[in-house]
Structure formats: structure tokens, C-alpha cells
């Protein structure tokens, strides 16, 4: 993958076939794939590409659907998300033919229960999870999903009006806006890569919503707007302050996770609000999507007292349109709401290092919801191998499950909610992990990862730094960076340089749409090679605009955020860069270049930043009005007085008494002295 | 404007000025200086407020009991710092992971360009260790600094010992809305200096730095510690930084609202308050507090690690613990209670610190004078200048009236060339860049020829320069014009005056010390020397002894009187010698602009005097 060409790369997310149940890893038609990956990154309309300095950047090769019959395996059952990539670099790679498809799936669940019954499948699904991960640095995550699927057509101009377990708010705001698909996530905290590791969903700080449109949708703009508004009432949350200086169109960053075969990017839009705070208001309607609520099931646990004491907390919606069946004829809808919590090891004073349920929601399990067909906890105990455990999992159950989660092969331990057997004598569940260490260790650093500041001082002008750490010790991948930036702050594009190891590396691939005045945000959006085992440097410089001082917000010396830049990678995986990870496994494995893991699709997102505008002093406009009366008063008023006086010798007028004497001598008749 | 249009009225108001153009002078002068000494009359100062609401009340419950922790940090630095010998950056990494910190490097060095004999440090290496407690629920776009810097010897060990038992305790609080970075820097403040251009991300003064790995957004404020000894008596705070920048006024009334609360001694300038502000005591004590602010704020040299933050309009103060033989000592307990109250305050700030004053002097902590209050002081001595040169135009635009006032004058001369008054200002100028570049530069060829150190052949450069430059061939109009006309020193003398009053003017806008400093010493004789034949020698001296460099000298005796450590001639010189070389490595170390100041601007500007009394 070191010589890998990036601009003939192209990523798919391709739609996932969600299958029936009971169904056996099957295949889609190739056709029907080929519609949706055969919208390359790269169209040809946009072969050249206008860099800042005014010369152009031809994306190299040929920027054509990929040549090679895609066969795509089937995904998985919980099948969140598959992704596919295609290398087309028929020269360089020639064993990519075979190899072609990667996919891989988060949860990979062979024993789903059994719903093969005679009996008529109910129109919808509801199935609901929980994944404790205990991190290295004594930290625990967990992630809640619950997830709805329902095999109905929301388009179709029929009129759905009976709603079962899919919520009917969100029911009606797909129809009514023509909504393929849609992502919101609410996220406080900032997930810490270095310590924590990869996420399994990763957000932004703050609010994120990217949504697409249904291709019959004539005013995007509007349906936009609109349905940031009505989502911004459903969820309880300031959605409503997206406008067009925030939302942008990305040309290659994100594509449909679920089904369906229109990429053009008008029909997608992306916003981000990095300054929303998420608090339990946001976390109580999102709760009432449940079928359940949170009167039974994983979501008693989710009480905000215990969940906002905690370092990291991110809630998130996801809508899309899967495939019915294998045959993929009808499409259903999925709803998945997903929750990941990171509980902080020292903010909770244990000396002891223990977590239990109890100890984190202060709740324990004690039913299922009755409306979900599956209702799981999952212990990951991939660090915790037999022989070296690092902690005590109890109670202990037999049932063990393996699953590829961000190209790195996991085991976790399954409790399955269904069953009475996790349950044991006392009737409820409560996991307890005990650490036997008592130090941390400290986690592999991942593969991928960012940082991004503001470098430089003074409130005139800037610089914006994004680094991306590429730590796989010999592959190199290509990422898509996305960076979207207001427009008070003017990006100096001919400034832009991108630096790997000392040495300029030039983009294959850069989108950069300038900013208007109060209408639109810059859009920059480049793909970029990094190397292996380096450290590419991004830097923009930008100049502070002054803004009218209405547009100031009520804190303007707090500053002004700039968005989460968004890197986009097919991220080479774990498990190929461990060598001596082959003793084991048969040896025919090792013979592809690519195996099932070598790489997956990964979205990282840097940090928001805070920059200062130049602001005025606000109790300013009072001194300032005084001061311009004055000046205007005295000093002009005296200066075109001096200006435009004509000065003529006057004769000496008498004093009062000739005045008198004239006024007498007037009335008199007689002529004045 | 009305006034000038009327002729008569005009004529009147120039004989008016031009009459007692020397009594008003001397009248502004006498306003301007006891202006300043009012200021530091009690009832003509403004208590201290604070401003920003976030910062309202010191209602914070302070829960750090870490004392004796913090005891046994110290001791456990102590000897890991006597074991390297140096920085035991290892031991401190270790120890910041542990406590849950996110915990990175950055190593530097600097090269001076000629060695400090005061630290006794010619290539600097050193590396930094700061710690970062991210918030909880943060998304790391905020923070607030504090640090400690790793001295040479057993300075400031407590502090560093303080620091990790404080950082252990904010780690296990959930309340964090801004990341917390713990530093501790190594060779004060070219460790700081390094650590924050590399936060930065920008290189001023030619360091090397290592890229930096962690960052935690944009830094709202800075504490720096100072810590010598187990049991302090008071806590010392330093405002004064880099170029005279002060740190807004809210913080110090954050320092002194928590220092009320946990009831710790707080001074300023090392001197305590006093209440009888009505007795002469009282009165010369709230004066030398803030003459010892002035001689400090001028000399433009940061006064503790916090100086160079202010750069970054990170307001920063450094607080400084003073062990001395008063009987109630406060414990390592009580001065953490009081960072931890000061910090969580700064973590409800909402905004930066924008709402205080940046622009004050402190005659004592409650105390304070605002920039309003004192510029009218420097603008009575301005107005000596304004006068004087409005005489002088008069003169110069009206010879007859020149006449009338006695000044001999054979022939009524046409207006001086240009030539004739841009020469000697060139020349001025051409040694004050002499005076700027030579001594760095010249220092090899100096040691070479004479048997001294790089440091002395640095400072004596500099005097010999500064010296020569009052004997350089100023006459040269008469080569030019034959003979020093009398118009030719009026109008030389009265560009002089301008170009010095924009000078004190700009400088004082920025920093009021300096500034006022320069004023009080340079107007009164600049403005009234003249190229008389009889008292040239008299009008030399006085001009000799307002040349910044007396005055540097004056102010260094001054200081020395203030804090009550008197010192003798020898020493004082002594004590110049060495302020003069930390100049110009505060110039390139830390981008002080004094020293380019003076050099390029203020001394030539000097000379364009000096040149002019021996204009005949």
C-alpha cells in the first residue's frame, strides 16, 4: 500500500444488506452494487482542481468507475456498517484483484435468535445492546445501540399513519422532507485517541448533522432548513442556528452509509455546531425514541445524574434505508440510536479500580425490553486473555463471541438478556469488572490520528495547523481531510502547505470552495498521502476579519469556534502490522496481501478551535459618540468657520446709546446719525 | 479655532505664550510631578473592584488538605533533582502519569549571544514537562496554566512539590470545565520562553524546540509559583512583564479576594498595607510601593514567569511565597487552598479577562490608579515640550519678535538647508545603530584585543559607544553653512523637542513607567538648554545627567533605597554594569524592546540635544 496510488483510491461506503435473520451469508448482485460504488470520488467533471497559487492539480489516472466486478460478501447480521474498498491500481497491485472487497463489520453476530418461525415476521424490529470496553488507562466505555428496523416504505406517497415501535416523529420527518438519510450526533467531551484508542463511533464536539436528500427533492435548501428546525425541536437542542454559514456540501467526505444509488452531493448537506453543549434536555427526548423508554431494557440504565458524571458522553441518531431482504427489492428503514460513555477512572476516586453496572448508572439489569428481539451486553475481553488477565469479570458466563471491529479482531464476552442465565439467584445483573493491576497501561497509540491548533499571536492574523500522525511502521495511506472554516476568519489559500517529514507533500486531490461574507463558509477538502510513521503538517494561514458589531456574540472575548476539521481514511489494519501475530493460523493466509482485516474505513475528527476576534470594547459607541460630537462640533464647526468666513473690514458700529438714539430718531422721521 | 481666526486675539494669545512661555514651563513641570506624587495620596486613588461577574464572590468550597502530600513531593524532587543533576524530567513524567495526567516533553536549547554572568549560562539545553488534566466533557478548546519553574539548588521545590499534590487533587474533581496544564519549566525564563513559542507554534528569538506534542487550546490564564520554603509567612505577588505589560486587574483582585478568604499576608512589591494612610509614614509608603511599580514596569523586564505570557494576552501573574521572621506561618494546606480557589474561579470564567484595566499602578493591593489618572501627569510634562516648541516656531516664523527679545542676531539669515539639520540628525541616528548592533557583534574582536570577558567587552562596547558618541564631529553645519546660525539651532531644537515628545508620547501610551521616567528627567533640561557660549559647560553637564544612561544609573540607586537595601557608588555602578549587559539579553532572549528603544531612538535623540548646545 506504500506506493498505493490516492488518486485512482476510491472509497466506497457502500449500502449494507442488512439480512433477514435466519439468512446465510449471501451475495448481492454484483449490478446492483456496481450502481452505488460506480460513483467514484473523482468524477471526471472535476479533473482539474484550482489550487490556491492558481496552477491546477489533474487527479492522476482515470477517474472511472472501477473496472473490476465488485463482489461484495455479506455483511452481517447487526450489520452496521460495511465498507468496501476498491483499488483499481491494476499495475501496482496485482493480487488486489482477488481481493478486492473488504468488509468489515463492527458486531458480527452468528446466533441471532431464531425467528424462523412459521408464524408472520412483525413489520418491525427492535433489538438493543450494550458494549462495556474496559481501556487501558483504567477508564471504562460503554455504548449503548438500539437499534429499529422497519420494513416500510416511507415515500412511496403512501400515507403511513400507524406507527409500532419505529417513532412516529422522526417517521413523519422522513416523509415529509424527503429524507434518505439521516445522522445527528450530540457530543460533549472530546474523545482522547492517544489514551482511550479508536471509538466505535466517532463524533465531533458539539452537534453534528449530515443529512441526504431524496433525489426528487427540488429545494434542498429549503427541506434543510426546515428540517433543522423541526429536528432542532425534537431533540431539544440549537440545530436551528444551522444556516448557510455553516452548512456545506463535501464533495468526497461523506458518503450514504445505507442504501441507494445518488451521490451527487447537492443532495447532501453537513453542519456542525461546535459550541452546543449536550445536557440531559437532549438526553431525555432522545430516550422517548425508545420503544421502551427507559422503563425497562439496557435504558433504565441510562440516568442523567450518573451519565453526565462522566468524561466523555455522545449521543447519536442514525437513519437510513437498508435492504429488506437478500434480494434487495425492498428497502426498510433503520433507525439506531446509539450512546457511548466513557467513565473516568480518577473523577470517580476508586482506589480500588472497579467498575461495576451499579457503580456506573447505579442501576442493575433486571429485564429485557419486552418489545426487542434481541437484547445483549457485551464484555470486551480481548486484553483480558487467559493466563495474563488484567481484571475479573463476574459473574461469569460461558458464551464468547468474536468480532472485527476496526480491523482489529476482538473477543467479548456475551450476556444475553433473553435468557435467564446472566440474571443468576438474585434476579438482576450486575457486571463487575476488578482490575488486578494497578497502573495503567498505556494503549498502542492508533494508527490514525490528529491535532489541530491555532498557531501565532496577536488578533490580526493565523495560522491553522492540522496534524495527521500516520503510526503504522511501514504503510502508508491516503486520508481525506476536510476542513470547514466561518468566513470571519479569510483563509489565505495560496498559503496552504502540507509538509510530511520535512518535505512538502503535495495534495493529489484538493476541493476548495472560498468563503462568501456572511453566506457561505470555506469548504477545503484535500486527499492527502501520509506516509508511514510520520507526521504531516497542514497549515493555513487566515487573517481575523472585524465584524459589524451586531453579529458579535453577547460573549464575544470567549471567541469563536472553528469546527472540527473531519479526516476521512481507509486506515491499514492492527492485526496486519503485527507480524508475529501469524504463528497460529494457517499458513495459506498469509499469502494475500490483503486479508480481512488489512484495512477499514475510519472517521476521526480533530479538536474545535477557539479563535479571538478582534473585538471592541462595547461600553465603547457611548465614549465613542461623545467624542465625535465634540470633534465635530468644535473642531469641524470652528475649522469651516474658518474656512468659508469672508472677512471684510466692518465700520465701527456705536454702542447702545447711538442705537437708542436712532431708534428715537426713526420714529421721529428723521434721518438716522 | 474661534480664538485663531481673530488676528488680534491670535497676536494676543502667541505674546501670551511666548511671554510666559518660561513660567508656564516651569508651572507644568510642578503640576506634572506632584501630580504623580498625589497619586499615591489614598483619597485620590480608586479601591480595587472586580469587574468580571464570573469572578463575583470567592464562594468556593476549597477541599485541597494535600499539604503534608505536598511536603513529601518536595522531598522526593529534592533528591531526584540532587541524583540528575538537573531537571529529573523521568521522575516527573512518571509522577504526572500517575496522578492520571496526560504527560509530555519538549526540549529546547538557546544559544545567548554572549554568556550571563548573573546565572552563569552561555548555551542553554533544558527540557520542559508539563502535564495537561483534560476537563471532563471538554472538547480541549480552553485551558488555564500553572507552573513552576525547576531552579538551579534547592529553589523552588516546594513549588514543584505544591503543583503535583494540587494536580492530584484537581484530577479527581469532576467540576473542570477548562483543561489544566501543570508545567514545569526548566531555566526559568528561557524555559518558559520556549514552551510558549512552541504552544504557539511561532520562533521569535532563534530557539530550537523540539515540536510540541499536546495542546489544549487557547490559554485563558496563567499562575506561576514561587516556592522556597515548607511555611511561608506572606504570598508575594509580581505583575509587572515583558516590556511593561501588566496582567489585567481582575486577577490581581482574584489574588487578593482569596488571599482575604484563606487569610494569607499578601503583599505587593514586597511591601505589606498599611491603614494610616493619613500620616507622613503612611503617605511615603504607599509612595515608594508604587515609585518601586514604576522603576519595575520601566525597566521592561518580566518579573517572574508570568511576564512572558502577557505577550500571548494570556493574563499571568506569578505569586511568590516569602518565608521571613514574622510568627504566624501559613502551610503548604493554606497556599493550596488558595490556588485551588483561584483556579476554580478561573474555570467559571466565561470570556477572557477583558473587563478590568490593563493600564493601572498599585500603591498598594486594594489600591489602584487608572490609566486616566495618571496620563494628565505626563501630559502637564508634555505640554513643557509643546510649549517650547510653539516659542520657538513663533521665533522662527516672526523674526522681529526675536529680536525683540534681546537675542543678538547680526543678519537676518535665511532659513537653515535641509542639509545643515538633517546631517547632525543622520549622525545621531547612524550612533544610536552603532550603539544597537556593535557591542553583539564586535564582542570576538574585543577579547581579542583586550583582556576581558565576552560579558564585559559586551557592556564596555556599549559605554565606549555611547561615550564616543558625545564627542563625534556634531559642527558639522559650519563645514556645511559656513557658521551655526541662529535660526539653524532654533530649528533643529525645535524638531528636536517634537520628535522627542512623539517619542515619550508613544512610549508612554504603552508603557506609562518608562515613559514617565524619561519625561520627568530629559524635558526639563532639553527644553531650556541653548548654545550659549558662557554656560555651555553648565548646560553639558545638566544634559549629562539626563542622558538615559545617568538616568538608569539613578533609577538603580532609587530602587535600592525603596527596598531598603541601600547601596553604595561602587556598588551601584556594579549593579549598572549588569543591568545594562541583562538588557540586551533580555532584547534577545525575550524580545524586551528597551534596549532597541533607547539605542536607536531615545539616545539619539539625546544627542540631537547635546548637539546642539555646542552648536557655536
Known amino acids: ?673 | 479655532m474661534g480664538l485663531l481666526s481673530d488676528p488680534n486675539r491670535r497676536r494676543a494669545l502667541t505674546s501670551l505664550v511666548t511671554r510666559l512661555n518660561t513660567p508656564l514651563c516651569v508651572l507644568c513641570y510642578l503640576v506634572g510631578v506632584s501630580w504623580v506624587m498625589g497619586l499615591a495620596f489614598e483619597p485620590f486613588m480608586l479601591r480595587t473592584y472586580m469587574s468580571e461577574n464570573a469572578m463575583g464572590s470567592t464562594m468556593v468550597e476549597e477541599k485541597f488538605v494535600f499539604g503534608e502530600r505536598a511536603i513529601s513531593y518536595t522531598r522526593e524532587f529534592a533528591g531526584q533533582k540532587k541524583k540528575t543533576g538537573g531537571m529529573p524530567v523521568d521522575w516527573l513524567v512518571k509522577t504526572m502519569k500517575s496522578r492520571g495526567l496526560e504527560v509530555y516533553t519538549q526540549s529546547f536549547s538557546q544559544i545567548l549571544p554572549f554568556p550571563d554572568e548573573v546565572k552563569e549560562r552561555y548555551m542553554v539545553r533544558g527540557t520542559n514537562v508539563y502535564g495537561i488534566l483534560r476537563a471532563p466533557r471538554g472538547p480541549r478548546t480552553e485551558s488555564i496554566v500553572l507552573s513552576a519553574p525547576c531552579s538551579e539548588g534547592n529553589n523552588n521545590n516546594q513549588a514543584v512539590g505544591l503543583l503535583l499534590a494540587v494536580a492530584s487533587h484537581f484530577r479527581s474533581q469532576i467540576y473542570w470545565a477548562k483543561d489544566i496544564i501543570f508545567l514545569v519549566n526548566e531555566h526559568d525564563l528561557i524555559g518558559m520562553e520556549a514552551w510558549l513559542e512552541a504552544y504557539h507554534d511561532v520562533n521569535m528569538t532563534g530557539l530550537r524546540s523540539s515540536p510540541m506534542q499536546g495542546r489544549a487550546g487557547a490559554i485563558q490564564a496563567a499562575l506561576s509559583l514561587e516556592l522556597s520554603s515548607d511555611v511561608i509567612t506572606s504570598m508575594d505577588v509580581a505583575l509587572e512583564g515583558l516590556n511593561g505589560q501588566l496582567p489585567n486587574l481582575d486577577l490581581v483582585n482574584l489574588f487578593y479576594a482569596f488571599c482575604q478568604k484563606t487569610g494569607v499576608l499578601c503583599t505587593i512589591q514586597g511591601k505589606l498595607q498599611r491603614n494610616d494612610w493619613d500620616t507622613l509614614p503612611g503617605y511615603t509608603h504607599s509612595l515608594s510601593t508604587m515609585l518601586l511599580m514604576v522603576l519595575k514596569q520601566g525597566s521592561g523586564r518580566p518579573q517572574g514567569d508570568h511576564g512572558l505570557f502577557l505577550r500571548y494576552h494570556i493574563e499571568a501573574v506569578t505569586m511568590r511565597g516569602i518565608n521571613s521572621f514574622r510568627q504566624y506561618k501559613f502551610d503548604m494546606t493554606t497556599v493550596g487552598k488558595l490556588i485551588e480557589g483561584m483556579f476554580r474561579k478561573l474555570n467559571n470564567l466565561l470570556e477572557r479577562f477583558h473587563q478590568s484595566y490593563f493600564f493601572y499602578l498599585m500603591p498598594s493591593l486594594t489600591r489602584f490608579v487608572s490609566i486616566g489618572y495618571y496620563m494628565p501627569a505626563f501630559g502637564f510634562l508634555a505640554l513643557i515640550l509643546v510649549l517650547r516648541a510653539l516659542d520657538l516656531w513663533v521665533q522662527l516664523s516672526d523674526p522681529a519678535r526675536a529680536l525683540e527679545d534681546g537675542v543678538s542676531e547680526g543678519e537676518q539669515d535665511s532659513s537653515p538647508s535641509l542639509l545643515s539639520l538633517a546631517t547632525p540628525v543622520i549622525i545621531c541616528h547612524l550612533t544610536g545603530l552603532a550603539l544597537y548592533i556593535l557591542p553583539v557583534l564586535s564582542q570576538e574582536m574585543a577579547i581579542q584585543h583586550f583582556p576581558v570577558s565576552e560579558t564585559e567587552a559586551v557592556v564596555l562596547t556599549a559605554i565606549a559607544i555611547y561615550v564616543a558618541g558625545l564627542a563625534l564631529p556634531h559642527n558639522t553645519h559650519r563645514v556645511l553653512s559656513g557658521a551655526g546660525t541662529e535660526r539653524g539651532w532654533r530649528s533643529l531644537k525645535l524638531f528636536s523637542l517634537l520628535y522627542l515628545a512623539v517619542l515619550l508620547g508613544c512610549t508612554t501610551l504603552i508603557n506609562f513607567s518608562l515613559g514617565f521616567i524619561l519625561a520627568v528627567t530629559m524635558i526639563p533640561v532639553t527644553a531650556f538648554i541653548q548654545p550659549h557660549t558662557s554656560s555651555k559647560v553648565l548646560h553639558g553637564v545638566a544634559l549629562i545627567l539626563v542622558s538615559p544612561a545617568t538616568t538608569l544609573l539613578l533609577s538603580i540607586y532609587l530602587y535600592h533605597e525603596l527596598i531598603e537595601y541601600p547601596v553604595s557608588l561602587l556598588e551601584c555602578w556594579q549593579h549598572f554594569l549588569t543591568a545594562v549587559s541583562q538588557g540586551i539579553l533580555d532584547h534577545h532572549l525575550y524580545g524586551s524592546l528597551l534596549y532597541p528603544l533607547i539605542a536607536l531612538f531615545i539616545y539619539p535623540c539625546w544627542l540631537q540635544f547635546w548637539n546642539i548646545v555646542f552648536w557655536k
Open chain 1, 1 to 673: 500500500m506504500a506506493i498505493h496510488r490516492v488518486g485512482v483510491a476510491v472509497f466506497v461506503l457502500v449500502a449494507t444488506a442488512i439480512l433477514a435473520a435466519e439468512s446465510e451469508p449471501n451475495q448481492v448482485e454484483s449490478e446492483k452494487l456496481q450502481d452505488v460504488s460506480g460513483e467514484a470520488v473523482f468524477s471526471d467533471a472535476e479533473g482539474g482542481f484550482k489550487t490556491g497559487d492558481g496552477a491546477s492539480i489533474t487527479v492522476p489516472g482515470q477517474a472511472e468507475a472501477p473496472p473490476h466486478p465488485v463482489e461484495t460478501g455479506q455483511a452481517d447480521s447487526a450489520g452496521r456498517r460495511v465498507s468496501i474498498e476498491v483499488g483499481s491500481d491494476r499495475v501496482k497491485q496485482p493480487v488486489a484483484d482477488e481481493e478486492l472487497e473488504n468488509l468489515q463489520a463492527e458486531f458480527d453476530l452468528q446466533d441471532a435468535p431464531q425467528q424462523s418461525e412459521p408464524v408472520p415476521t412483525p413489520r418491525d424490529h427492535f433489538a438493543e445492546e450494550l458494549v462495556i470496553r474496559p481501556l487501558l488507562s483504567g477508564d471504562i466505555y460503554t455504548s449503548f445501540q438500539f437499534r429499529t428496523r422497519w420494513d416500510t416504505d416511507l415515500h412511496r406517497g403512501k400515507k403511513v399513519s400507524h406507527y409500532r415501535l419505529f417513532p412516529k416523529s422522526l417517521g413523519q420527518v422522513i416523509s415529509k422532507f424527503s429524507v434518505r438519510e439521516l445522522h445527528i450526533s450530540f457530543t460533549q467531551g472530546f474523545w482522547r485517541t492517544a489514551q482511550w484508542g479508536q471509538p466505535l463511533l466517532s463524533a465531533p464536539p458539539g452537534a453534528e448533522l449530515w443529512v441526504w436528500f431524496q433525489d426528487s427533492v427540488a429545494d434542498v435548501d429549503g427541506a434543510w432548513r426546515e428540517l433543522t428546525s423541526v429536528l432542532s425541536g425534537i431533540f431539544c437542542a440549537s440545530l436551528n442556528f444551522i444556516d448557510s454559514t455553516n452548512t456545506v456540501q463535501p464533495s468526497a467526505s461523506f458518503k450514504p452509509m445505507g442504501l441507494g444509488n445518488v451521490t451527487e452531493q447537492r443532495f447532501l448537506r453537513y453542519a456542525v455546531l461546535p459550541r452546543e453543549i449536550v445536557c440531559t434536555e437532549n438526553l431525555t427526548p432522545w430516550k422517548k425514541l425508545l420503544p421502551c423508554e427507559s422503563q425497562a431494557g439496557l435504558a433504565v440504565l441510562l440516568k442523567s445524574e450518573k451519565l453526565f458524571h462522566s468524561s466523555y458522553h455522545s449521543q447519536a441518531v442514525h437513519i437510513r434505508p437498508v435492504c429488506k431482504d437478500t434480494a434487495c427489492r425492498e428497502t426498510s428503514w433503520e433507525l439506531s440510536q446509539t450512546l457511548g460513555i466513557v467513565f473516568d477512572l480518577h473523577a470517580s476516586g476508586q482506589s480500588k479500580r472497579e467498575w461495576s453496572l451499579f457503580k456506573m448508572f447505579s442501576r442493575t439489569l433486571t429485564e429485557p425490553c419486552p418489545l426487542a428481539s434481541s437484547s445483549k451486553v457485551y464484555v470486551d475481553v480481548t486484553d483480558n486473555p487467559l493466563g495474563e488477565e488484567l481484571f475479573d469479570l463476574s459473574p461469569a458466563v460461558s458464551l464468547q463471541t468474536q468480532a472485527v471491529v476496526l480491523g482489529d479482531r476482538r473477543t467479548f464476552t456475551v450476556y444475553d438478556l433473553l435468557t435467564p442465565e446472566p440474571y443468576g439467584p438474585t434476579r438482576s445483573l450486575n457486571i463487575l469488572l476488578k482490575w488486578r493491576q494497578q497502573d495503567s497501561v498505556d494503549m498502542q497509540r492508533p494508527v490514525l490520528h490528529t491535532e489541530r491548533y491555532v498557531s501565532g499571536y496577536g488578533l490580526q492574523t493565523g495560522e491553522i495547523n492540522t496534524l495527521l500522525y500516520n503510526s503504522h511502521p511501514f504503510r502508508a495511506f491516503p486520508v481525506l481531510l476536510m476542513e470547514t472554516v466561518p468566513w470571519y476568519l479569510r483563509l489565505y489559500i495560496h498559503t496552504l502547505t502540507v509538509q510530511s517529514k520535512g518535505k512538502e507533500n503535495k495534495p493529489s486531490y484538493i476541493h476548495y470552495l472560498p468563503s462568501k461574507d456572511r453566506q457561505r463558509p470555506h469548504l477545503l477538502e484535500m486527499l492527502v498521502q501520509l506516509p508511514p510513521h510520520s507526521v504531516t503538517k497542514v497549515t493555513v494561514q487566515f487573517e481575523r476579519a472585524l465584524l459589524k458589531w451586531t453579529e458579535y456574540t453577547p460573549d464575544p472575548n470567549h471567541g469563536f469556534y472553528v469546527s472540527s476539521s473531519v479526516v476521512s481514511a481507509m486506515v491499514p489494519s492492527v492485526v496486519a502490522m503485527d507480524t508475529n501475530s501469524t504463528e497460529g493460523r494457517p499458513l495459506f493466509t498469509t499469502l494475500f496481501h490483503s486479508t480481512e482485516e488489512s484495512s477499514y474505513f475510519m472517521r476521526v475528527y480533530s479538536e474545535p478551535l477557539l479563535v479571538n476576534l478582534p473585538t471592541p470594547d462595547f461600553s465603547m459607541p457611548y465614549n465613542v459618540i461623545c467624542l465625535t460630537c465634540t470633534v465635530v462640533a468644535v473642531g469641524y464647526g470652528s475649522l469651516y468657520n474658518l474656512l468659508t468666513r469672508t472677512f471684510q473690514v466692518e465700520e465701527p458700529s456705536g454702542g447702545l446709546t447711538k442705537r437708542l438714539a436712532n431708534v428715537i430718531r426713526r420714529l421721529r422721521g428723521v434721518p438716522a446719525l
